[in-house]
């Protein structure tokens, strides 16, 4: 029988937060210096949150000496590089893991055309918008130590299939990777600038590739969810996910909660978490975003969960602050 994971309260100096900038994402591995190492994204709040993490969102590293943290912010590690580059320009959706004594950061990056924004929002038709997003592909760095240095791959490790249902990007990478350095590769992918946003896999016998698509289509079907993390347990794999509408949990950007005996036939669980957490203080509180879920093992269980969230009435756009929030776990 699955069990649903079931998050505690949630420490209110914890996680990753700096007022000055947009904070995203959040990924976390143990070094073997002992210390927690948080791969988020952010971007100068000189800026709009959308759509400019699109143009100016950069991978940064932060630290902490406990998984809850609080994380200080150490340096970036996938800096703008030149838009000759195919992730020149932003980098994004960083997710941590290790196989051996290799430590492997797969990440969204991009580039465009025209000067980068320096100050206020990036509108929807600015066709910089449009080019940065049809220009997401899934990179690879590989470091000996979350601390670097870290060398990045010359070219995406996924491209589009121009004839297929993801034809238009792919990003948001949730990999697997096995001992043996084998890696399941899930990947957000969709048509177009509007179509529904879908999870597909590919597989690789080195995580650097060449990845190959694996099964018919995407998993799911035709449901609209992303910000997936999948993981191994119990002889099995783990899936949250962001529901964007609500069709699977019932409440629009909530944790769902999937189980596969394979890693490519899905079945949906229950629901892993909501928007309202429990704070530490005593506060219960509807976040106006709880996004980008990402799943920290320790001795092979599930222990916490780092999301990005968001304060405001709902929704990214009209918040006035974003960071990144731990939440321990039980099983339930």
């Known amino acids: ?34 210390l927690y190492h948080m791969f988020a994204s952010r971007w100068s709040k000189a800026t709009a949150f959308s759509a400019n993490w699109l143009t100016n969102s950069c991978v ?14 150490v340096e970036e590690v996938l800096p703008p590089r030149g838009r000759e580059h195919w992730d020149g320009l932003m980098t994004h959706n960083p997710t941590i893991h290790r196989c051996g004594d290799c430590f ?62 993801d034809a238009f990007l792919t990003t948001n990478a949730a990999p697997v990777v096995q001992a043996d350095g084998r890696v399941l590769l899930y990947y957000k992918s969709t048509e177009d600038d509007h179509a529904r946003l879908r999870y597909g896999v590919a597989v690789a016998d080195d995580p650097a590739g060449p990845y190959r ?66 704070w530490s203080d005593g506060r219960i509180v509807t976040q106006g975003s709880l996004e980008r879920p990402q799943i920290l093992l320790e001795q092979g269980r599930p222990a916490w969960l780092f999301a990005a969230t968001a304060d405001g009435p709902g929704g990214f756009s009209r918040a006035a602050n974003t960071w990144n929030v731990a939440i321990p776990l039980g099983r339930g």
Do not use: K
């Not at 994971?5 to 990924?27: E, K, Q, T």
């Open 104 to 165: 492997l950061l797969f990440y969204t990056g991009t580039t465009y055309d025209g000067p980068v924004p320096t100050a206020g929002r990036l509108e929807e038709d600015d066709p910089r918008r449009l080019q940065a997003r049809a220009n997401q592909r899934i990179g690879l760095a590989t470091a000996p130590s979350p601390a670097g240095p870290w060398t990045r791959l010359e070219a995406p490790i996924l491209e589009v299939d121009p004839s297929g249902w």
């Open 213 to 278: 698509r694996s099964g018919d289509g995407p998993i799911f079907g035709e449901a609209h969810y992303e910000d997936a993390c999948v993981w191994h347990e119990d002889g099995g794999y783990r899936m949250v996910f962001n529901d964007l509408t609500g069709a699977f949990t019932g409440e629009d950007h909530a944790g769902g909660y999937a189980a596969s005996e394979d890693g490519r036939a899905w079945r949906y669980v229950g629901q892993a978490y909501s928007r309202t957490l429990q």
């Open 1 to 34: 029988m699955d069990l649903i994971l079931r998050p505690g309260l949630v420490p209110v100096d914890g996680g990753f937060r700096d007022d000055a900038w947009w904070i995203w994402c959040g990924s976390v591995i143990r070094g073997d210096d002992g």
């Open 60 to 73: 940064v590293r932060a630290v902490a000496s406990q998984a809850a943290g609080p994380y200080r912010f």
